[in-house]
């Protein structure tokens, strides 16, 4: 058994002979009794799926939206932000490797207790689930969406992803989502196989599907020599032009951690990628770098809409077209 850890029935999940298999992610673990899928987190305990992390928080913080990243939706305004342990991906460069990728000390939290505590901050616009892959904590995370926005139609669910997740359990979840950060690590299956140990089509089905049932952006990481040739930069913008150019795109810099010492993406590189990007996409933004502007320009008009500093926004707008030529500027305040 599990140690002392408090375990919760899985959804998503069928018996076979002496197996299990998982049906949450792409994966489809099959687990051996008292095993573990590749999450770390769902378990196989004598013929019924487990999950360990069922409100165990390892990290909580009200942070500025802008931080998730989210550009476009509520600016200017805090979130309480929660993260678990375990993924489903074994990024080399993994920013949170010591809560995704180990079993980190955590503090359990009733999905009561969290929309309680939701309640009490101020400017507050309801909760982020982050820091760790969201999709994993499936069942903690249903449960507290679907009692918010039931209780509280106007606060807000957003989850932080990497977007590998099974179209049924991402069905079901969506309803009760209000925005999505999407991590598209790169447009190469190789480099997801080898790099991330996944594959690439579940990602850019789940943004697909997300684009239809919510607001989202996207978030790539460039890592030097691996993903942030124009090519792919290119390929990147075009698949999402296609779907919305409104949709923003985060072009993040790389800096060596966890098990990659590649040395960091090169800013020229960031900033000419955006401006390739820039071409299929009418917002583009650089993360990580100092000194780059951040902020919001009507796509029309180029008229100010949104002054970002660091984390902070200063809002020129009071509705979701432009001041200054009417343009629909897609940005939910």
């Known amino acids: ?38 999450c770390s987190v769902r378990t196989n305990q004598e013929g019924t799926l487990k999950t360990i992390n069922y409100g165990e928080i390892t990290a909580i913080a009200n942070d500025p939206i802008e931080k998730k990243p989210l550009y476009h939706f509520k600016p200017g305004k805090t979130i309480l932000s929660v993260g678990s342990f375990g993924c489903n991906f074994s990024c080399a460069f993994c920013q ?12 359990y939290q009733s999905s009561d207790e969290l929309i309680e505590k939701c309640l009490d901050l101020d400017e507050n616009v309801g909760i982020a689930f982050t820091y760790n892959e969201p999709s994993i904590w499936y069942e903690y995370v249903y449960e507290t969406s679907k009692k918010l926005k039931e209780r509280y139609p106007d606060l807000q669910i957003v989850l932080v992803t990497n977007g ?17 950060n999407i991590d598209l690590k790169s447009f190469q299956q190789d480099y997801y196989k080898k ?26 990481l460039l890592v030097n020599g691996l993903n942030d040739s124009r090519e792919e930069v290119e390929k ?5 032009g296609n779907l919305d150019k409104s ?14 010492d ?13 401006e390739l990007a820039n071409r299929y996409l009418h917002y583009v933004y650089v993360g990580n770098v100092a000194h780059v502007d951040k902020s919001t320009y009507c796509p029309e008009c180029r008229n100010l809409l949104i002054q970002r500093n660091d984390f902070t926004s200063k809002i020129y707008i009071n509705s979701n077209v432009c001041s200054k030529c009417g343009s629909n500027i897609k940005i939910l305040l």
């Open 195 to 220: 790099i991330c140990k996944g594959n690439i089509e579940p990602v850019l089905k789940t943004i697909e599907e997300a684009n239809k049932k919510c607001h989202i952006e996207v978030t790539t």
């Open 262 to 274: 590649r040395p960091a993406t090169e800013i020229g590189i960031m900033l000419d990628r955006k």
């Open 236 to 240: 990147i913008a075009s698949f999402l």
């Open 96 to 107: 949170n490797y010591s809560i995704a990728q180990y079993r980190a000390s955590s503090q």
């Open 164 to 180: 590998y997740i099974e179209s049924e359990p991402l069905a079901k979840l969506l309803p009760y989502v209000d925005a999505m």
């Open 1 to 38: 058994m599990v140690g002392e850890t408090l375990l919760k029935d899985a959804l998503f999940y069928e018996k076979d002979r002496e197996k299990i298999e998982c049906f949450l992610c792409p994966h489809h673990c099959r687990i051996a009794n008292q095993q573990f899928g590749i």
């Open 247 to 260: 949709i923003p795109l985060h072009l993040s810099r790389y800096f060596p951690t966890y098990k990659m």
